[in-house]
């Protein structure tokens, strides 16, 4: 009589999958953060799947982990396999529901450049529906649920403006900004963020300037307190055009700075012709190019 193999028992995936975010983050506090648990949850993981395999994975040390030579070279290949398995899922998820597009983007882009641009998007595809995400970091998208980013990076994806920065005011202020030298009179507004940005036009067009006033943890607040007249911001382009259309800013001086970046769409893989997220990733770029 033929007796079938026994099935192959695999560890649990979730301790699998605390193990792999661990050994490629450098730590079970990043691993915590990045799959939405307590680190004491990928400990009590981690310590689960080194009894069940009989073997560490990590040498405990006062300064923090560090991987065996067994997870070392275990790493890869489960990190291939995660890959995998995420786009999987997305696939799954893309073909259950191809009317739905999920877009994860940096916070100020989300609030100035798609949202004002989401009525045309609903009216050139009707029954689309398009969820947004803010996030500061753009998400691992082979794991994560989203089917694009909208983030300023220095390569890949699809390039939907350029990144360009330039000093913007309201009219009422501008009347007082003349000349790089009158920036030192007023207000210089900043983002957290871009905190630097001052500095990078200062160097090519106001040496010397050392810019003071208001730093905002937003950069859509940072714009609305130009608008409302508390001083000068340094803007990017991309995120200003509407209000610059408008005549709600304008531009005071003629310098700009082109960055190292742009403002792109990202894909964990290119998508489907014809599908959803092409449709809207090509509406995207043309809008970008041609404004609102």
Same mark, same amino acid.
């Given at each position: 009589m033929t007796l079938a193999p026994p099935p192959m028992r695999l560890p649990a995936l979730n301790a699998l999958r605390a193990f792999e975010a661990a050994a490629r983050l450098g730590g079970f506090a990043a691993a915590a953060e990045e799959l939405g648990v307590t680190p004491g949850a990928v400990t009590a993981h981690i310590k689960g799947l080194e009894a069940d395999l009989g073997a560490p994975l990590f040498e405990r040390q006062a300064k923090g982990v560090q991987l065996t030579a067994l997870g070392a070279r275990c790493l890869p290949a489960l990190s291939e396999a995660f890959d995998s398995l995420g786009i999987a899922v997305q696939t799954l998820r893309a073909e259950a529901a191809p009317q739905v597009v999920q877009i994860a983007a940096l916070p100020a882009v989300a609030q100035l450049w798609l949202s004002p641009r989401l009525p045309g998007l609903r009216a050139a595809f009707p029954g689309l529906s398009v969820s947004i995400t803010a996030m500061e970091r753009p998400p691992n998208l082979k794991r994560a649920p989203?089917?694009?980013?909208? *983030?300023?990076?220095? /390569?890949?994806?699809?390039? =939907?403006? &350029?990144?360009?920065?330039?000093?913007? @005011? /309201?009219?009422?202020? !501008?009347?007082?900004?003349? !000349?790089?030298?009158? $920036?030192?009179?007023?207000? @210089? $507004?900043?983002?957290?963020?871009?905190?630097?940005?001052?500095?990078?036009?200062?160097?090519? +067009?106001?040496?010397?300037? =050392?810019?003071?006033?208001?730093?905002?943890?937003? *950069? !859509? %607040?940072?714009?609305?307190?130009?608008?409302?007249?508390?001083?000068?911001?340094?803007? +990017?382009?991309?995120?200003?055009? &509407? +209000? %610059?259309?408008?005549?709600?800013?304008?531009?005071? $001086?003629?310098? &700009?700075?082109? $960055?190292?970046?742009?403002?792109?769409?990202? *894909?964990?893989?290119?998508?489907?012709?014809?599908?959803?997220? /092409?449709?809207? !990733?090509?509406?995207?770029?043309?809008?970008?190019?041609?404004? %609102?």
């Open positions: 989203y089917d694009m980013t909208l *983030f300023y990076e220095a /390569a890949g994806g699809v390039v =939907v403006a &350029r990144d360009e920065i330039f000093p913007v @005011c /309201a009219p009422t202020l !501008a009347r007082h900004v003349k !000349a790089a030298s009158d $920036l030192s009179l007023v207000p @210089c $507004l900043s983002d957290a963020v871009w905190s630097e940005d001052w500095q990078v036009w200062a160097a090519e +067009h106001a040496p010397g300037l =050392v810019p003071r006033g208001p730093v905002h943890s937003l *950069f !859509a %607040l940072a714009v609305e307190e130009a608008v409302n007249g508390a001083g000068v911001l340094m803007a +990017h382009g991309a995120l200003v055009e &509407r +209000h %610059l259309d408008s005549g709600a800013l304008v531009a005071p $001086l003629p310098g &700009r700075v082109r $960055l190292d970046r742009d403002l792109r769409l990202g *894909f964990a893989r290119p998508p489907r012709p014809g599908s959803a997220v /092409a449709r809207v !990733a090509d509406w995207l770029r043309s809008s970008g190019e041609g404004g %609102l």
